[in-house]
């Protein structure tokens, strides 16, 4: 696994990384064991990020993870926690009073004393405005609570005000086929400034795996049962702001021109881990076979898959498909 500098750290982390949403229950459950077993086989085949938040299944994942690290004698891994959701979503509840209490339970759960990297989870835009804030997170790692610090975000203009901040480490933005808008400025941006862009909801909720027909369904505790007009929180987590329909035809048509052997996951995840600007892609798993798959995603690159010619595909695809819908809303 290709390993890629995390900003001005000093740490490396995995081109492909593991997210961790679905070792709470908003993807249907996953039991303890299930979700050691994705943790290790990660490791195992040479992913060192782990993206986690301390309202996944109201810090279950959290738990999990620490446990594991405990658990195990691997090296160099860091764990992305966030923050900021564990309270009405409100400037006034983003104090430095109010980190210290959710940093120090996500400190307990996951067994350290030094978060290595915490990130502001989709907070209101005025709060990624406030210059108070990042005098917070600055004092907070001043005092060794935390080595690192980021920002998540669901908006350009949130990603470009985040990127102004001096001591921003990462940025963590949706990015995929189906959420484009990120190459106009953000990337770029990011790679000037030097800040690690994590990509997320690399396979729109699942709408990039190449399963999914327009008559699958999921559990109502799902996320992709509950939220798809953004009932529960912001609709772009959810297939990315697709219309299901329309997210399965586009996905159809990416999945028939690949080549045989090379699956719909794979290309996408290759294809947004080779993007300049992007460190590392943070696509969940729920099972060993995924994480595995998920993984070896990358080793596309090496073994002659012809990536750019199916980015010329994926911008025809949005174009046509998506873009006058998706791109003026985030």
Same mark, same amino acid.
């Given at each position: 696994?290709?390993?890629?500098? +995390? ?9 492909? &990384? ?6 709470? $229950? ?11 077993? %994705?943790?290790? /086989? ?24 620490? =446990? ?15 923050? &900021? ?25 996951? &067994? ?5 990297? %915490? ?13 108070? @804030? ?7 790692? /001043? ?19 985040? +990127?102004? =901040? ?10 995929? $086929?189906?959420?484009?808008? $990120? ?11 030097? %800040?690690? %862009? +994590? ?41 990315? &702001? ?18 045989? *052997?090379?699956?719909? $996951?794979?290309? @996408? ?14 696509? *969940? ?9 998920? /993984? ?25 498909? +998506? ?8």
């Amino acid at each position: 696994m290709q390993q890629r500098p +995390l900003s001005r750290t000093g740490r490396e982390v995995s081109a492909i &990384g593991l997210g961790t949403w679905q070792l709470g $229950p908003d993807w249907g459950g996953v039991s303890e064991n299930d979700a050691l077993a %994705v943790l290790a /086989a990660s490791v195992d085949a040479g992913v060192t990020l782990f993206d986690t938040a301390d309202v996944y299944g109201d810090g279950r994942s959290e738990e999990i993870i620490g =446990r594991f690290l405990k658990g195990t004698d691997a090296t160099g891994i860091t764990v992305a926690t966030k923050m &900021g959701r564990r309270a009405e979503q409100v400037s006034e509840n983003y104090t430095i009073e109010n980190f210290r209490g959710w940093l120090d339970r996500s400190r307990r759960l996951l &067994g350290t004393d030094t978060l290595d990297l %915490v990130q502001l989870h989709c907070p209101p835009s005025a709060v990624i405005d406030d210059d108070a @804030t990042w005098e917070a997170l600055d004092q907070l790692v /001043a005092e060794g609570v935390i080595a690192a610090y980021g920002a998540s975000v669901e908006t350009m203009d949130q990603a470009l005000s985040a +990127l102004r =901040r001096p001591h921003l480490t990462n940025l963590q933005i949706i990015f995929n $086929p189906f959420r484009l808008k $990120p190459l106009d400025e953000v990337l770029p941006l990011a790679a000037e400034k030097n %800040v690690a %862009v +994590l990509a997320r909801v690399p396979l729109a909720s699942g709408l990039l795996s190449g399963k999914y027909t327009r008559d699958t369904t999921f559990d109502k505790d799902d996320h992709r049962t509950y939220n798809r007009n953004g009932e529960a929180f912001d609709k772009g987590e959810t297939f990315s &702001g697709v219309p299901f329909d329309q997210g399965v035809a586009a996905a159809d048509e990416l999945k028939a021109s690949l080549p045989e *052997g090379v699956t719909l $996951p794979a290309a @996408t995840l290759a294809w947004i881990a080779s993007r300049d600007g992007v460190t590392s892609v943070i696509p *969940g798993a729920r099972s060993v076979q995924q994480a595995e798959a998920n /993984a070896a995603a990358f080793d596309l690159v090496d073994r002659g898959f012809d990536v750019e010619a199916f980015d010329a595909l994926v911008r025809d695809v949005y174009d046509r498909r +998506l873009r006058a819908q998706i791109h003026p809303q985030w």
